[in-house]
């Protein structure tokens, strides 16, 4: 199954700054998710990530603020744009395993905003 | 909007009882998944339900799905300390659109 190497760990931010997050698979997938999970919260679907054209955002989550990139098939960021104390999550990404048996998950980036 | 609800939020069991925790969706769908979470730590596959009826071991664990009810179940037997994490059931329309369970959090007290 693929492995997803996720990066920051961890970030303590100013308010109004931003954060750009990593995640690098040891094979190439088509698709990438990008989720939130708010403190004591279950996870939410921010977009997914297709490679060579524009992200695709849920409900609640825009471009502006979670500007996505998706270079190529191995690779995606997510950045966390004017950030405020709201926006302190984990934030994780995500890919299909093959055979429709599920999705695997980066080790997640827990975000804290000041 | 497809909604996932699960029971109990929060769970406080001692070890070696058994318990459920149950999964209920909004929308058919013929693919439930479960997975555990350790405090600060990603999340870790523990089943994939592919079809109603199916039925997944593992350990102590133990899956279910029921698509007509619209239910999925994971049993614990024997409850031990290891077992204590957030489990997260997870459901797919699509390919693509994957959503998740409220979480429960299990705790297993000696």
């Known amino acids: 199954s693929a492995v997803i190497s996720q990066k920051p760990s961890r970030d303590i931010c100013q308010r109004g700054t931003s954060l750009t997050i990593q995640c690098q698979v040891d094979?190439?997938?088509?698709?990438m998710f990008w989720y939130r999970q708010q403190p004591g919260q279950s996870l939410t679907l921010i977009a997914t990530?297709?490679?060579?054209?524009?992200?695709?955002?849920e409900s609640g989550f825009v471009i502006d603020k979670f500007p996505i990139s998706r270079p190529n098939l191995t690779f995606s960021t997510l950045t966390v744009s004017n950030m405020s104390p709201e926006d302190s999550s984990i934030y994780l990404c995500?890919?299909?395993?093959?055979?429709?048996?599920?999705?695997?998950f980066g080790s997640g980036t827990r975000l804290t905003v000041v | 909007e497809l909604k996932v609800e699960q029971n109990p939020l929060f769970l406080s069991m001692q070890e070696g009882k058994n318990y459920t925790i149950y999964c209920n969706y909004s929308t058919t769908s013929d693919r439930l998944y479960w997975y555990r979470q350790d405090p600060g730590k990603s999340l870790e596959s523990l089943f994939v339900l592919l079809s109603n009826g199916a039925v997944k071991q593992e350990g102590r664990l133990m899956a279910s799905l029921d698509t007509k009810a619209r239910l999925s179940t994971l049993h614990i037997t024997a409850a031990v300390h290891d077992l204590s994490a957030t489990y997260f059931c997870?459901?797919?329309?699509?390919?693509?659109?994957?959503?998740f369970g409220t979480g429960t959090s299990l705790t297993v007290i000696p």
């Open positions: 094979s190439q997938v088509t698709m």
């Open positions: 990530a297709n490679q060579g054209s524009e992200a695709t955002y």
């Open positions: 997870a459901v797919s329309l699509t390919g693509n659109q994957f959503y």
């Open positions: 995500s890919v299909g395993l093959t055979g429709g048996s599920g999705y695997t």
